[in-house]
């Protein structure tokens, strides 16, 4: 059992991978390494599982193994601790020039266990273009060490600068019964709940996990796809547009909660907090204020960036509700991402036509698009609500 077992349905890029970390050995034990290359762009749909792809090769990299899954290396890859990965990922809307020249700079430090320096960014796409051009010196003039792990959702989110310069890695969405086998055989998930899960979760892993594990999540799932039969009135439609926007925040914060919480103990440690005074900043030693203030301000903008993906995902539930309505009304030969709720599909695919339910999922994607550029969440998804219901 290697690193690699688990990138479920990804045979050519694991193939890929499994020859680079061993030509990577060859250059650690003093050979030429052909095929190694430092830069790696790790793409494919949401929750094809880029950054658990990246994870894996890094820790093929890292392990004297090539990825043996069960050493100490290994181990520290996989929870995030080894001090020769260096994994970042966007706080915030966006990555600025100064949070990447100061990775940068901790990239091109030596190997401390004679390896490699392994920095695996997260959400490469997200970084503004200022810092993606630093990012390109980097790239360019690599350490001969360190090895760069971008992940994005396709190559043309990238600079085609950076883009030319990396290997591209391209992941496929995994088939249900993949998806069902993982959660079956590794979270021990009853057969039943993992073909449900993998179904709704459209291929999407970590979703399809958390729908499995998770009953909070799958209640949140059902109000969701219980939106379309409500809109019988205008009033309804409001009141639907805010319980959507609530459930979404509410994901949000009981997200934040917890990270913010341990980053501020931590840093209140590291500042050396004398006295448990009231106001935040009392006992912390000097430049402990300036540094809460810019964690403060970091975490705010990572609790908008996860409001908004929530409110997507909940968005892209909609759409999968559609698409199932559409199937139906063509007698389309498909499975069903919410067989479970047949009913209420086969209601809507009886009382309205193929065009209308086109059209309400086209209204669908263009709501997500104005959402990504910033309307008051409120407003749009009203709009969207008042248009899935007028026929
Ligand atoms: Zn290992």
Not at 64 to 91: F, K, M, N, T, Y
Not at 103 to 125: S, Y
Not at 208 to 217: C, G, I, P, Y
Not at 305 to 313: E, G, M, Q, Y
Request: hydrophobic share 45%; proline share 4%; with cysteine.
């Amino acid at each position: 059992m290697t690193v690699f077992a688990d990138l479920v349905g990804q045979d050519q890029a694991v193939a890929i991978l499994s020859r680079a970390a061993a030509a990577a050995r060859e250059v650690v034990d003093g050979g030429r390494g052909a095929g190694m290359t430092h830069a790696w762009l790790f793409t494919g749909p949401p929750g094809s599982g880029r950054e658990d792809a990246a994870r894996a090769f890094a820790a093929a990299l890292l392990c004297p193994d090539g990825g043996c899954g069960h050493c100490d290396q290994c181990h520290q890859v996989l929870i995030g601790s080894h001090p020769d990965l260096e994994s970042v990922r966007p706080a915030g809307l966006s990555y600025s020039v100064k949070q990447t020249r100061e990775l940068i700079l901790r990239a091109a430090g030596a190997p401390t266990q004679g390896r490699w320096r392994v920095i695996l960014f997260e959400d490469a796409d997200r970084a503004t273009e200022s810092a993606a051009n630093a990012l390109l010196k980097a790239i360019e003039e690599p350490p001969p060490r360190t090895v760069w792990l971008l992940c994005a959702p396709a190559p043309d989110d990238m600079m085609i600068t950076i883009r030319s310069r990396c290997r591209v890695i391209t992941l496929t969405t995994p088939g249900t019964e993949a998806v069902a086998h993982v959660l079956a055989t590794r979270e021990s998930v009853p057969w039943e709940t993992a073909r449900f899960a993998a179904r709704a979760a459209q291929g999407h892993i970590s979703r399809a996990r958390a729908l499995a594990l998770d009953e909070s999540v799958r209640r949140r799932r059902e109000a969701v796809l219980g939106i379309p039969r409500s809109l019988t009135g205008v009033g309804e439609c409001v009141a639907a547009a805010e319980r959507l926007v609530k459930t979404a925040e509410e994901e949000a914060a009981a997200a934040t909660a917890t990270l913010n919480e341990a980053e501020t103990a931590e840093l209140r440690r590291l500042y050396g907090e004398g006295s448990t005074g009231k106001g935040l900043n009392r006992g912390l030693v000097r430049g402990g204020a300036g540094a809460l203030k810019e964690l403060e301000d970091r975490q705010k903008s990572r609790a908008t960036r996860i409001k908004r993906d929530s409110l997507d995902a909940a968005l892209l539930e909609l759409v999968s509700f559609y698409r199932d309505v559409l199937a139906m009304q063509f007698g389309a030969a498909v499975e069903l991402a919410n067989d479970d709720i047949r009913f209420d599909l086969d209601r809507m695919a009886r009382e309205s036509t193929p065009e209308e339910t086109l059209r309400r999922i086209d209204a669908i994607m263009r709501c997500r698009e104005r959402l990504e550029a910033s309307v008051n969440p409120q407003i749009a998804v009203e709009a969207i609500m008042l248009s899935l219901r007028g026929a």
